[in-house]
C-alpha cells in the first residue's frame, strides 16, 4: 500500500503561483509513475501532469508552459509548480500514485483558488 498526502493548496490571485507537494510513504518502492490530477466543481477529474520513476515528465495542453512536475527521490515527495495561475485553474489537485501491479493510490486532495 501507498499513502499520500497533498499540501500546498491556497487561494491565489490570476497571475500568481503556488507550489504543490505530496508526500508518498508506506511501499514507495513500488511506485512506478506519479501525476497531479485535478477536479473542479460539476466537471470530471482530469489529468494535469505525470512523471515516471525516470524522470520523464507530460502535461495536459491547458498547463503546458505553465506548470512544472518535479521529484525528490530522496524524500519520496513529488511537486507541481504551477505559475501563470488563471481563474480556470480552480480545483481541487490530487495526487496519484501507481505501482508495478498497476494499482493506483489517491492522497485526499487540497483546494486550489484562483480569483481573477
Known amino acids: 500500500q501507498v499513502q499520500l498526502v497533498e499540501s500546498g493548496g491556497g487561494l491565489e490571485q490570476a497571475g500568481g503561483s503556488l507550489r504543490l507537494s505530496c508526500a508518498a510513504s508506506g511501499s514507495v518502492l513500488s511506485i512506478s509513475f506519479m501525476a497531479w490530477y485535478r477536479q473542479a466543481p460539476g466537471k470530471q477529474r482530469e489529468l494535469v501532469a505525470t512523471?515516471?520513476?525516470?524522470?520523464?515528465?507530460n502535461y495536459a495542453d491547458s498547463v503546458k508552459g505553465r506548470f512544472t512536475i518535479s521529484r525528490d527521490n530522496a524524500k519520496n515527495t513529488v511537486y507541481l509548480q504551477m505559475n501563470s495561475l488563471k481563474p480556470e485553474d480552480t480545483a481541487v489537485y490530487y495526487c496519484n500514485a501507481r505501482d508495478r501491479w498497476s494499482r493506483n493510490f489517491w492522497g485526499q486532495g487540497t483546494q486550489v483558488t484562483v480569483s481573477s
Open positions: 512523471i515516471t520513476t525516470g524522470g520523464s515528465t
